[in-house]
Each structure stands twice: as C-alpha cells, then as structure tokens.
C-alpha cells in the first residue's frame, strides 16, 4: 500500500534527484568548457609547448680542418674520441647522477667539481662533458647501465693531433677548451670539449680551420633519449691548410739545435717562403688537447729555457755583427764611404774621453769595407756609424725589415727595435749620445732583432734589394672557398745594385776567405757554397777590470751571463735562393756556435731544392715548389 | 497502479523474465566505454596489445559477466547484505590501516594468500547499499530529525577517514562527496548541509595536520603549478600540454606525441583521459564524455522509476560514485582539482576498479530489473 507518506517521500526524491542530476549536468558541462578552453582556445600555445618537448636542436661540430705543410704532409689531424656528457636539463640532480656514474667509471674530484660549476654557466640544453678519451671498455659499460644514469650520453667526438710533437708546436700551436672570456654567444663554442686554436697557426686561422656547425633536429623522449633525427643541416667542415714549412727541413733545424736554447729561421729569398721557422726547446702540443697537467705546466713555465715562447718571432736580440751590412748599406747609400775608403784600426777607437774596443786586441790594420765585413773589424764600423749617424742606420735596417714586425701570421711576434734619436728623446728623455751610435753600429746597445727578422734582412740585401715579405700560409683548401696565397708585388728598397753587391761580395768572404771569420763553417761543395755573417751580442756590459783581466772568457760565466751567437747565411752564393738565420741563447761565439749550424741548414735546404731535381729550363724560381 | 496492472508480479519474476528486463542499452554503452579503453591501451602499449590492451578487454569480459550475475539476483539479497558487507569492509580497512603501520608507508592493499583485496573498493559499495538501507528504513519524519542523520554521517566519516590515513585523499574525498549527495536525495533538510559544511570549514585545519608532504605538496602545486615545474607540477603540465595539444581533432590514433614520447606520466592509469584528448582531439573527449553522461542519465531514469526507497537511494548513490570518478578524473588532468589519483572508469588500466565499477553497474541492473519490487521496512516484499 502506498501511504501518504510514502508519496511525498517519493516526490520529495524525485526533486532531489532531478536536481542532483542537473548538478553532474552542470559539472560535466564545466569539464567540457575546460576542454574546450585547453584544445581550442589555447591549443596552439599548447601545441609550441607540445613541439618544444619534442623536438630538440643539437649542433654538430664541424671536423676542424687539418694542417699540412709545403709537400702535404699532415701537422695537425683529428683523431676519434669517446666522451661521456651530462645534459643539466635532464638530470635535475647531477651530483647524484655523477656519483652514480663515478661508480661505473672513474670520475675525479676535480672533474666533478668542473662539471658541476659548468653546469651552472652553461645554458640548460647544452650538455657538459664529463670525461674524454674513454676506452671501449668504459663506453660499453655505461651504455650497460644505461637507465640509471638519466642525462649521461656517450658522444664520439674528434680530438685534435699534433703527429710531429713539439717539432713544429711554436708553428702549428695547439688547440684547447673555450675559455669563457672567448664565449662570443655563438653556440658551437659552448658544445661541450669544443676546442679553439690557442696558439700558432691554430689560433691566426682558428676561423677557416674551424667550420661551420651543422644541425639537427632530434625527436627526444621525456628523458631527453633521442627517439629519431627529423632532419638535419650538415655543416660545413674547416678547410685544409697549407704551409710553406718544408716540415722535414723543420725536424732537421729542431734536431740541429737540440739541447741548445735557441731559433732558426730559413726562408726563400725571392718569395718569401718560409721553410723552417724552429724555436727549441718546444713543448708537445697533444698535452694540451686534452687539458694538461698542472705539473707539466708548471715545469713548461719555469723553465730556463723558455720553451712556450717561440723565439723565431718573439725573440728580440742584440744582432751583434750581423747588423754590420745594414750599417755598410747605410753609409754606401749616402755616398759617405766609397768601396776604397780605409781604416787603421789599433784594436781600440777613441770619441772624445770614450775608448771604444775592437774584438780584436791587436788590431786588423788597415781594412777596407770588404774586409771589414770578411773579418768584423767593430773599428772600422765604429767608424762607419759615426759618419752615417743613427737616424741614416735606422732607416736602412727598416729598409731591410727591422724594427717592426713582419706581419707573419703567428701571433705574438714582435718587432724588434731600430732605435732613433727620436726614439730615444721620446722614450727617456734624454738626447742621443754618439758613443750610442757607435755601440749601435756594431749591432750592441738597443738596436733588437728576431731570427725571422734577420733571415729577412738577409733575403732582402741578396735578392737584389726587393722588400719581400715573408709567408706561411700557402693555401686554404674549404668547401666554402679557399684561398691561395699570392705574394704581394714587392718593391725596392732603393738601395744601388752596386752597393749591395759590396756587402754580398764582403759577406761571402766572411765564409769562403781565410780570414773569413767563419771559413770554418764554409760550404766546400762550390754549387752549394754560402755567404753569411757571424755575430756574437753581448748579454751583459764587460767591465774594464775584467777584460785587463782577462775575464771574459765564455766558460768562466754563468750560462745565463754569457753571450749570443747569431749568425746570417745565404745560398748559393752564385744565385741566392735561400737565407737562414740562427742564434744560440748564450752560446758564445757566433761564427763557432751559430755559423755551422746555418751552414747545415742551408746545405739541407739546397739538397732539398725542387730546382735541382729538375732538367735544366725548368720553371722560374716563383712557380717552384712541392704543393 | 498502472505497473501494476499489467499484472507483472514482481516477486514471482522468473530468471527468463529477468534476462528480458535486463538494460542491454547500460551493457552496450558500458562495452562502448570499455572499447575505448581497450583502443587507448593499445595506443599506450606503443601499437600493441601487450601488456595492457588485452587484458583490460579480459578483464572487462570477465567483469561484465559479473555485472550480469550481480543483475539477475535478488534486490532482496543486496538489501540484506548490505550491512554484513559494510562490517567486513571496516575491518579490512581497518586490518590495511594496521598493515600500513607495520609496513611503514603507505598502505591500500592487503594481501591474503594469492588475492590482493583493496578495502576501500569494496567499501565505496558498501558504504552505498547500507545508506540505501538506512534510509529506506526510515519514515519521511524520521529522516527529518537530527538524531536519525547521526549514524549515517558516521557510516560515511569512520570509513573516510580510514581511507584518508591510508593515504589515499582520492577515495576518501570520493566517499565523503558520495555519502553526502545520498543524505540529499533522501530529503535531508538544506541547513543540515550547511552546518557539516562551516563543520568541514572548521576542520581543515585538522585535516592539513593529517595529510602527508606529499598530499600537501600535490595541494599547494594546485594552487600554484609554477611552484615547482619539474617536480610535483610536471605532470600536471605536461597533461594540459598533451591535451592542449590535440586541438580540435587530435593528432591521430597513435600519434600523440606527448604520450608516446612518456613526457605523460601514468598514460595507461590516470592519465588515459589526456591520451585520448591527445590523439582524438575534442572530438574524442565529448564522445567519452556523452558516453559517461547517457550511463548516468539511465541511472537516474532507473532511481526515478523505482518503487522502493532502498532501490532509488543505491541507484542515485551508484550513479554519484560512477560521476564522482569521472568528474574527478577529468578534472584533475585538465587541472581543476588538484592530482589525487583517481581512475577513469572502464578506460583506465586496473583490474580492482573496473571490478568495482562493474558491480556498481550490475547493482544499477539488478535494480532496474526489480524496481517494481516494493519493500516493506525490513526488506520483506509487499505485494499489494
């Protein structure tokens, strides 16, 4: 029986139920208008949102080009490297995923240390490298343990090769970790283990070596893991460099000169070609690649005999007698001396109180320019210096390329110094003294050169006075356009065919005369024969006390105090092709120490020639060459 | 009246009569739902069966066999057992409570022998049959007494707070939400409302005490979802940016980028709603969602043609649980309300709650089939 009760329970609950019902009815519908705001008003910020997840950009390091010298053979190469990365975006606990790994693979404390403060620096996306060089071994176990180590991936990357060591480190230079200071917002700089050139032809060309990066777009995971490339840009790889070192030529000056301190220069006359460019002791370059050791550097920078600095261009010294031709040069140029003119020298030459010494104690008597030079009588150029005055020296050393750098593509070369009475007034103020202009006549006092500097002077006094400049790059072999180098149309100097022939004639004797001072270096084979010029600089004033004392003597001094042996060649001297330069740190005397060592490298270099190889009628010497 | 007329018997009806009266409309667009599920856990799987699709259409196979059983029984019996199936369901609660305090963390299933039994699943049904029951035995003036509505509210808060300790605030909340839209279908008055809801203000405070870190944390990512992107509110972002995504259209059956690529967290479970919205676009979600709407508006059409209290108060409290899981759901990965871990029914991966669903449904059968049955206050039948 239905009672009244029960009906108007019953429609107390039909109300109630209808209005339940249209309360889900109104909440479904607040579902949907959600959805509708989600996936149609805002899908498209969802969907950039959705495409960022997605897709990753990652650059692809260019192979950076190689190094070859003059015949092809490589300096620098790439070789294949394993590394293990930590992507920070990831792995948002990286000190636990680090101390997960180190328990697959060693990992240092410094290493952790650097990565972590890395990934603080870098942006997000771009993963830190955490080691290099891993062995086969060290891969396959953390591809094992993959899944535990959220952002580790492994990277085969390309490290940089040096195959000739320390022979041509000072040259080609090395390569190294982006400092950030060289951060330029370019973000190939920021892949992790990106190398820039840091010294050397590295470093002058790190552009054109480098390449351009590449990309591609990846398809990631939420776990960053790389489900396939949707597409991709290749790069461009850095081009090949060519230079004009002959490297075997090389490793004969670096050999000749071992053990010593010291630089050789050795260059084509006519081109300018430089075919060796040695500075010893070197360091290895392949050290630097892959970070190096603390102790290492240490010993590099506090060693006596600076081997990070390559003397062949930043080496500045007192050319000694080698400077003696700029100052014949000088006074034939302006008429002041003619090919006859005499001088008594006593051993000694007095200005005013000063008394200026000749090496010689006893004197050479009367010598004329040609024997001046054959023999270095330092009076007779006293004289000489004292007649021309400093400013007309200057000029003619700048003439044949002193006193201010060559422009050779090597960073941190440095210029050398032709000091003028303006120069001096300028810089200290206090006038030029005379007495200066003697000691500077002899290639003493402030006048400063480099090898590379000497060996040009040289060139340019024996090619016939033309101002050629000196090069290292041959050419750039890119995809995107290399270049070959052509050598700039060189002036004259402007200094007399005659003139110059004196002081060639002067410093042929120098080897080929008796009373040569290096007749004792002299090349015996009359095809190869050479001309040169010792020096010896003095590091540190003699007193007079010491020389009435006989003090001086090389081997009674410390190496430090001790003098430079410099000395300048050229060859053939029937047609001269090639001038080298050397100097040996505190070797002492420099036809004895420096001469033979020029000698060896110019008979080298001519054994060397193309030309000699060649029939008779063969191409001019500018279109040689084994490129 | 005019059933009556008709001179169907209700009490006389034979097991053929049952089968005829059975709402094969709810099966069908059950199987529909269910269907769906089997589709997106195909998409989860990465294109395969394994491991999920085929067993959920398993599972759902065997689940609506149940459903059907459930169906053909007696209301009579369900009446009967409701409160039997109430006490079992608090002490197992209560036995999972414990078990989580020795096993130190938390705690929903318990293990007996080779059967995991979750409690709280079975107490959502109990809990729903038992207020059916209550407020069947009581008269319309009964119902509006005070004294009447304290053990009911008890029967709903003892077990959500067991649930709530758990911790498990998704089903507590589901209980509580539950219990109370049954106490307004049976005419309790408004005010009442209103007094447990300055109760509930009241006891906030208290609840906060009793939350977990991670509870508070999922609460405070609610409020503020920048608060931490890569921690508690990755998911939640990650799920409007799948859905977002889909757009209009969807990106296509297996082509969501977001789920296949995992930046979706728990796609075959929780998440399946954001799938589906990922790669059906709106189209797909209104479709689920219509499907959801049509079950509930037979549910209420069933509560609304019933003769007895006890079958119209278990058809609206079965129709409230099945919206709530929905409604949760939805609105927890279009990020409404904050992440509690709620199911979607029949869709989302999980053999306990498409069982328990399931039997909500054949209880929702069982009353169709019977909803000309009149019941005395005992639960006797009276045939007029």
Known sequence: MATKDDVSRERLFTRRALLLGAGQAGLLSVLAGRIYYLQVVESSRFQTMAEENRVSMRLLPPSRGRVLDRGGEALAVNRQNFRVLLNAEQAPNADAVLAALSEIIPVGEADRRRVLRELKRRRSFVPVAVRENLSWHEVSRIEINAPDLPGISIDMGQTRYYPFGPTAAHLVGYVAAVAESELTGDPLLELPG?????????????????????????????????????????????????????????????????????????????????????????????????????????????????????????????????????????????????????????????????????????????????????????????????????????????????????????????????????????????????????????????????????????????????????????????????????????????????????????????????????????????????????????????????????????????????????????????????????????????????????????????????????????????????? | MARRARGLNPVDLTLMDKALRLNWMLALLLSAIAGIGVLMLYSAGGASLQPWASRHLVRFLMALGVALAIALVDIRVWLRLAYPAYAVGFVLLVAVDIAGQIGMGAQRWLDIGPIQIQPSEIMKIAMVLSLARYFHGLTAEETGRVVYVIPPTLMVLLPAALVMIQPDLGTAALMVLGGGAMFFAAGVRLWKFGAVLMAAGGAMPLLWSMMREYQRNRILTFIDPERDPLGAGYHILQSKIALGSGGMFGKGFLEGTQSHLNFLPEKQTDFIFTMLAEEFGMVGCMVLLGLYSLILLIAFAIALRCQSMFARMAAVGIAMIFFLYVFINVAMVTGLVPVVGVPLPLVSYGGTAMLTAMIGMGLLMSIDIHRDMRLGRHGEALTS
């Open chain 1, 194 to 627: 990106f190398r820039i050139g840091k010294g050397g032809i590295e470093k002058i060309h790190d552009v054109a070596l480098r390449g351009r990066a590449g990309r591609s777009r990846v398809e990631v995971n939420a776990v960053g893991r790389v489900v396939r490339e949707l597409d991709r840009q290749e790069g461009t790889p850095g081009g090949d460099l060519s230079l004009t070192i002959d490297m075997a030529l090389q490793d004969f000056a670096t050999k000749r000169l071992a053990g010593q301190s010291g630089a050789a220069a050795v260059m084509d006359v006519h081109s300018g070609e430089v075919l060796a460019l040695a500075s010893v002791p070197a360091f290895d370059p392949n050290l630097f690649t892959s970070g190096i050791s603390a102790r290492d550097w240490d010993e590099l920078l506090h060693n006596e005999y600076t081997p990070l600095i390559n003397k062949a261009v930043a080496g500045q010294y007192p050319p000694g007698s080698t400077f003696k031709p700029v100052v014949a040069l000088a006074a034939l140029s302006a008429g002041l001396v003619t090919p006859e003119f005499r001088v008594n020298c006593p051993g000694h030459y007095d200005l005013g109180d000063s008394r200026f010494h000749c090496y010689k104690k006893g004197g050479h008597g009367s010598v004329n320019l040609h024997e001046a030079i054959a023999q270095s009588c330092d009076v007779y150029f006293y004289e000489l210096a004292r007649r021309c005055g400093i400013d007309r020296i200057a000029a003619m050393g700048r003439a044949l390329g002193l006193g201010e750098r060559t422009g050779l593509d090597l960073p941190g070369e440095r210029g050398g110094l032709m000091p003028t009475r303006d120069w001096k007034l300028r810089t200290s103020g206090i006038p030029w003294q005379q007495g200066e202009t003697l000691v500077c006549g002899i290639g003493q006092g402030s006048v400063l050169a480099t090898p590379l500097q000497l060996a040009l002077m040289v060139s340019r006094i024996v090619n016939g006075g033309i101002a050629v400049q000196p090069r290292l790059t041959r050419e750039l072999v890119a995809r995107d356009g290399g270049f070959v180098a052509r050598p700039p149309e060189a002036q004259s100097i402007g200094v007399k065919r005659e003139s110059l022939e004196l002081v060639i004639k002067g410093m042929e004797a120098v080897t080929n005369t008796q009373r040569g001072t290096a007749y004792a270096a002299r090349i015996k084979e009359p095809e190869m024969a050479m001309g040169g010029k010792s020096g010896t600089s003095q590091v540190r004033r003699i007193t007079m006390s010491e020389r009435d004392a006989g003090l001086h003597k090389l081997k009674d001094r410390p190496w430090r105090e001790r003098d430079h042996a410099l000395f300048i060649g050229f060859a053939p001297v029937s047609a001269p092709r090639y001038a080298a330069a050397v100097i040996v740190e505190h070797g002492g005397g420099g036809s004895a120490m420096a001469a033979p060592v020029v000698r060896d490298l110019l008979i080298e270099t001519q054994k060397r020639d193309p030309s000699r190889r060649q029939p008779p009628g063969a191409p001019s010497v500018a279109a040689l060459g084994r490129g």
